[in-house]
Each structure stands twice: as structure tokens, then as C-alpha cells.
């Protein structure tokens, strides 16, 4: 088993750019999270989904859109990319309600 | 709103030294997530508490769930260099999901 996977590990992108960050988890788990960290501030969540077909806005949304694509997918829209959101954004998933976590390897974003 | 702070942000000690995080939440927590994070990579969990005043082990790791269950604490014995980190605790906000502390960033001199 993979765990939890992540595309791409790198990008820079300019100031108004679009992206996708991909996330794929292959452990049957309902729930999955976007998390952005920024030196200092720990990990602060941008949206989830609790299962298949439902999505909710984080700590931190403004700027982003989430897609749940299936069970297995979760992904993370820049609409207009901002050198705010220069971040390693992390994916997460958890099997049920409040348990473990599991964490992908990140994506480090460098916006211009 | 719901917050969860850790002390302290950065911790240098000597190899062979212990070490303590503290983690603090302003509500009452139903349960206590800690998580390393080695420099580069990405975070991985450690435990979960549950019960009030519940102490648990796990080699060198001594986990703490206060008698409020407002805070917990995370005391490594005999630092080792393989424990350098940052480590995070999380609390729950709400049915699906976790805030977390800022972390503490454990450097082990050796």
C-alpha cells in the first residue's frame, strides 16, 4: 500500500497562475484533509471532506476550492495563485471521525 | 475561537538530556492526538489520549493527559539524535476534524 500520495512534490508558479495539488489515499478511509504549513504556525487546515460527496471549509479557505473526487481522491485548487499561499501543503486521511491521521509527503508551493 | 498552544517553540538540549513539550487548549478536549515531524518530512502520529490523568508509554516517550483534559505533555528521557523534530499535538474541533498546536522544534546536540 501507497498510503497517502501527493502530486507534484515541487512547483513555482507566478502571482495569478492556476494549479491542482492532487491527493490520493488507497486505504479505504472516508475522511481527508488539506493542511498548509507556514514557519511557525503549525499546521492549519484549508478544507475537508468527512466522506465521499461532502466537503467543509477549514481554518483557513479563502482562496481555495477542494473537489472530492471519489473515495480515493481528494484535490486542491489555486484559482489565482498568490504569493500568500506560498506553503508545503499536506493531505491527510483518517479511516473515521476523530483517529489517526495520515499524512502524504507534501507539496512545496513557491508562488512569484 | 478554539486554540491549542504548545510551549516551548524551540528546544536545544544535549544528547542524553530529557525534554518536555507542553500543549495547552483553551476548551476541553475530548481526546489528544501528538504527531513528529522529522525536518523535511511529514507528520506522523505517535498516539492518541483518551482518559482523563492518562499516562502513557512508548520507549523514551512518556505521554500525559491532564485530569481537565485541557492540556498534555510529551517528555522524551535520554534525548537521542534520531529524536530530533518538531513535534505537534492536536485537539478536536468538532466531529471531523483537528486544530493543532504551533509545535515544538526539538534540537539534540550531540
Known amino acids: 500500500n501507497a498510503g497517502v500520495t501527493q502530486t507534484p512534490k515541487f512547483q513555482v508558479l507566478k502571482t495569478g497562475q492556476s494549479m491542482t495539488l492532487q491527493c490520493a489515499q488507497d486505504m479505504n478511509h472516508n475522511s481527508m484533509y488539506w493542511y498548509r504549513q507556514d514557519p511557525g504556525m503549525g499546521l492549519r487546515l484549508i478544507y475537508y471532506?468527512?466522506?465521499?460527496?461532502?466537503?467543509d471549509k477549514g481554518e483557513v479557505p479563502n482562496g481555495y476550492n477542494v473537489s472530492r473526487l471519489n473515495k480515493r481522491e481528494f484535490s486542491l485548487r489555486l484559482e489565482s495563485a498568490a504569493p500568500s499561499q506560498t506553503s508545503v501543503y499536506f493531505c491527510a486521511s483518517t479511516g473515521r471521525g476523530l483517529s489517526e491521521q495520515f499524512f502524504g509527503p507534501g507539496t512545496r508551493l513557491t508562488v512569484l | 475561537g478554539q486554540q491549542v498552544m504548545q510551549i516551548p517553540q524551540y528546544q536545544h538540549v544535549q544528547e542524553g538530556e530529557d525534554f518536555t513539550t507542553y500543549c495547552n487548549s483553551s476548551?476541553?478536549?475530548?481526546?489528544i492526538q501528538w504527531y513528529k515531524q522529522r525536518p523535511g518530512g511529514h507528520p506522523v502520529f505517535l498516539i492518541q489520549?483518551?482518559?482523563?490523568?492518562e499516562v502513557k508509554k512508548q520507549k523514551r516517550l512518556t505521554f500525559q493527559f491532564g485530569e481537565a483534559k485541557k492540556n498534555s505533555s510529551l517528555h522524551i528521557t535520554a534525548t537521542q539524535t534520531t529524536d530530533v523534530g518538531t513535534y505537534f499535538c492536536?485537539?478536536?474541533?468538532?466531529?471531523?476534524?483537528?486544530?493543532f498546536g504551533t509545535g515544538t522544534r526539538l534540537k539534540v546536540l550531540a
Open positions: 492536536a485537539g478536536p474541533s468538532g466531529t471531523y476534524k483537528y486544530i
Open positions: 471532506s468527512a466522506s465521499e460527496g461532502t466537503t
Open positions: 489520549l483518551v482518559k482523563s490523568g
Open positions: 476548551t476541553t478536549l475530548s481526546n
